[in-house]
């Protein structure tokens, strides 16, 4: 039996800012293990939390940026429970009285339409410490680094809207972009900043009701989540099609066997015993700070794709590609600024930087590659202009990567500029003779013999013939013009 998948996540990001939520603790990766801590953020006895302002600011542009209901008052509670990384035995969250309600966000697909996925809630919470398992086999004891303890969480809860992994994968690359447009989250997967945690059920099709959910954590990177949801599939449905019952659980995914293993029993809010923090007095937000915190709200994502759309003709993929990454987006119109043929630059951008993009580690954007927008502009300009050919263009491509250098300083270095007219003319009578019988089927009307001639004259001048004054010559010389 075919099931349908019915998924929704939570997110968790770690926000940008300097200092934890709760004390002036660094957040700053990779510091020497328990070096940024202090008494409020290890738990010690009598420590006060106070409420870092920019979290709770970032916290609210996320929330309006995904168009949710925000209350007059928000409040924090003790979220109760015990593990290693958790050193108060509490969690400082949000039970009840959100930053956030009630909104959505729409999602791009691949063939241009928009698919608007639910928000249930955004709240800010704080996270927890880190454990650390050394590998052997006479190690019989964990670690515990709480560096990352205080560091200001938000977690954002979807409405259960999403029925496919291809819809999933749409939804995280729409998550993550637009928490890099917002600029509240550096969403480095690789460095637990961002986390997407799985609820996923089956049910069959046509049904209204929902199957049971299970939620599935230890997920450190978008495919990881894509592979769950696979193994999940099969899990599930193998249950279900044995007449059985999926219980209600919390699983981690076990990378080795690629597949989902048992964590506990899932738990209820009360499970947790919520209540108040009484440390921490509930927070006003005023119609003022509202209208404050839109104001520095930038183009979003969705909207920058539509309008590459319509000022530069651009594809609905084309402009997705170009607008999945902030910087990305910055690069196409800092080069287009500089030389405006948005098509020909997105061209080079999606073959060649991406490309180069690709093969760089995780956390690389184009803000690392070595020629700038303007240079790369440039060297669209060489071509439009006739200066050079496509064919050059691609060998000046790798210089310009290598040197950074601007194009027109390589081509005059490296004498890479298209052969003129008196040196081209012998090359072409030399090509004629040589395809003799290439050259009769052109004067026969086979015109697909142009490309045959032109490529025994490409191969001739190393690429530094221009199409544009070989094919006239040529056909001048058999007497076709």
């Not at 509670?77 to 009840?96: E, F, G, H, V, W």
């Not at 241009?112 to 249930?120: P, Q, S």
């Amino acid at each position: 039996m075919d099931f349908e998948i019915v998924i929704g996540f939570e997110v968790h990001t770690e926000l940008k800012t300097n200092s934890k939520v709760w004390c002036g603790c660094s957040t700053a990766f990779g510091a020497p293990p328990n070096t940024n801590v202090c008494p409020v953020c290890l738990g010690m006895p009598g420590s006060l939390p106070v409420l870092n302002g920019k979290a709770f600011d970032l916290s609210l542009k996320t929330a309006l940026a995904m168009n949710c209901k925000i209350p007059d008052v928000a409040s924090f509670d003790r979220k109760n429970y015990y593990y290693p990384d958790l050193p108060k035995n509490y969690q400082i969250s949000q039970n009840d009285r959100f930053i956030g309600t009630d909104g959505w966000i729409d999602v791009g697909q691949p063939d241009g339409t928009v698919k608007r996925i639910g928000i249930d809630n955004i709240h800010l919470e704080e996270d927890a410490g880190k454990n650390i398992h050394p590998e052997g086999r006479a190690v019989d004891y964990s670690l515990v680094d709480l560096n990352r303890a205080g560091t200001p969480l938000l977690e954002i809860v979807t409405r259960p809207d999403l029925r496919s992994r291809e819809e999933a994968a749409a939804f995280m690359n729409a998550m993550r972009t637009l928490l890099q447009y917002l600029d509240v989250s550096d969403c480095k997967m690789q460095e637990g900043s961002l986390r997407f945690e799985l609820n996923m059920s089956l049910r069959k099709p046509g049904s209204t009701e929902y199957g049971q959910k299970v939620e599935v954590k230890n997920l450190n990177s978008m495919s990881v989540v894509l592979k769950c949801i696979d193994a999940e599939y099969e899990r599930q449905a193998d249950i279900l099609e044995e007449g059985g019952r999926v219980a209600q659980e919390t699983r981690l995914w076990d990378e080795a066997r690629s597949e989902t293993r048992s964590m506990r029993s899932k738990e209820t809010a009360n499970d947790y015993r919520y209540f108040p923090d009484p440390d921490l007095v509930d927070y006003t937000i005023t119609a003022e700070k509202q209208a404050e915190i839109s104001k520095d709200l930038p183009e979003l994502p969705l909207a920058r794709r539509q309008r590459f759309m319509d000022e530069f003709e651009l594809s609905p993929y084309d402009a997705g590609v170009l607008t999945s990454h902030i910087a990305t987006a910055n690069y196409f119109e800092r080069a287009v600024a500089s030389h405006r043929n948005p098509k020909g630059i997105c061209n080079w951008i999606m073959s060649e930087v991406l490309a180069w993009l690709n093969k760089q580690p995780e956390d690389t954007t184009i803000d690392d590659f070595p020629v700038s927008a303007e240079n790369l502009a440039g060297l669209v300009a060489l071509i439009d202009k006739e200066t050079i050919t496509g064919k050059i263009a691609k060998q000046v491509f790798p210089l310009m990567v290598e040197t950074g250098k601007e194009a027109s300083v390589l081509v005059e270095e490296k004498g890479l500029k298209p052969l003129d007219d008196s040196s081209l003319e012998p090359i072409v009578d030399e090509v004629l003779a040589e395809m003799s019988k290439v050259a009769e089927d052109l004067k026969g009307g086979k015109e697909k013999a142009m490309g045959a001639l032109m490529g025994g004259v490409m191969r001739k001048t190393k690429g530094k013939a221009n199409p544009a004054v070989v094919t006239p010559m040529i056909r001048k010389k058999l007497g076709l013009e």
